[in-house]
């Protein structure tokens, strides 16, 4: 058995399709096919039964997935465990950032950090502040970049930059020439906000508690998982939301929304680490940077 042959069985066993694993592991269909024939024939085991163009996991197959990621994960550990010992920072650096964070703050550290190491291979999956700290937690990232707060002991929380919420209307909106609302009217307007786990919505929780306001007495017409799906759902209609000023920026410069300042709505972007496991010296470099460039990207005043 190879790690080659483990690789080629995940793929197929991911995408349930010869060809679909061979396009995604750059190899041929044949390649592919012959290597999982040979290791169901070392072992005289049956990984998948061909159900017409489809293929479908066996009992041993699905058992044989978790001991083959198992096997690759612990090879992939070693690799970055020699790495560290390089006297170049290089290996992998997994980041989870929330959405807010990946789209218009975390770019350009990024790009700061591929320049400097050039060495280090970045993968950044986007998700929300909630699904960012399970990948922390399940071993799935190696930092992680949100806009919410993390209650998770497991966690360490490092604060990076500074950001503002503010209220978005469109141009057309009752309250579109105001520049400031007070909370007793949120009840005259829809809104679209972010979904549940999302650092923005629960800085927005916080805010109507804060003003003894319930979320469910609020006209809440939509839940979206982007910034950008809220701002064209505001553009083209009459309802109102609440975003990073960092998020509406280049829309209120366009003309295209206004945005309302909301007063002590500041809050922090965070990394996290995870306490107990070992950082590498690429997810540290990284953590460097962050905290080294903190403030950078600053808002432009997007609200005066």
Not at 111 to 124: F, H, I, K
Request: proline residues 3%; neutral net charge.
């Amino acid at each position: 058995m190879t790690l080659e042959q483990l690789r080629i069985f995940l793929a197929v066993a991911h995408s349930q399709h010869m060809t679909r694993a061979a396009a995604a592991l750059n190899l041929t269909q044949s390649a592919v096919s012959a290597s999982v024939a040979a290791l169901e024939a070392r072992y005289a085991v049956r990984f998948f039964d061909r159900v017409g163009r489809r293929i479908q996991l066996t009992e041993a197959g699905r058992h044989f997935v978790d001991e083959a990621r198992a096997i690759l994960a612990r090879v992939e550990t070693a690799e970055l465990s020699l790495a560290d010992w390089s006297d170049q920072v290089m290996g992998r650096v997994r980041i989870h950032a929330s959405q807010t964070v990946a789209s218009y703050w975390l770019p350009p550290h990024l790009v700061r950090l591929r320049t400097l190491y050039p060495r280090v291979q970045v993968e950044l999956t986007v998700g929300n502040t909630r699904q960012a700290a399970h990948a922390l937690l399940q071993g799935e990232a190696d930092i992680g970049v949100v806009e919410g707060l993390v209650d998770e002991p497991a966690l360490k929380a490092t604060k990076v930059a500074d950001d503002e919420l503010c209220l978005v209307v469109g141009i057309g909106h009752p309250w579109a020439g105001l520049k400031r609302i007070d909370t007793g009217r949120y009840g005259e307007t829809d809104w679209v906000l972010r979904e549940p786990g999302s650092g923005t919505r629960a800085r927005f929780e916080e805010h109507l508690a804060s003003h003894g306001i319930a979320l469910h007495r609020l006209r809440v017409m939509l839940e979206e998982p982007s910034n950008e799906s809220i701002l064209a759902a505001v553009m083209s209609s009459d309802a109102a939301s609440v975003l990073s000023g960092r998020a509406v920026e280049l829309a209120v410069a366009a003309g295209r929304v206004r945005a309302i300042a909301i007063p002590h709505m500041g809050r922090a972007f965070t990394a996290l680490l995870h306490r107990e496991r070992h950082h590498t010296r690429a997810t540290r470099s990284l953590m460097d940077l962050l905290v080294a460039r903190q403030g950078d990207g600053s808002l432009h005043g997007v609200m005066r």
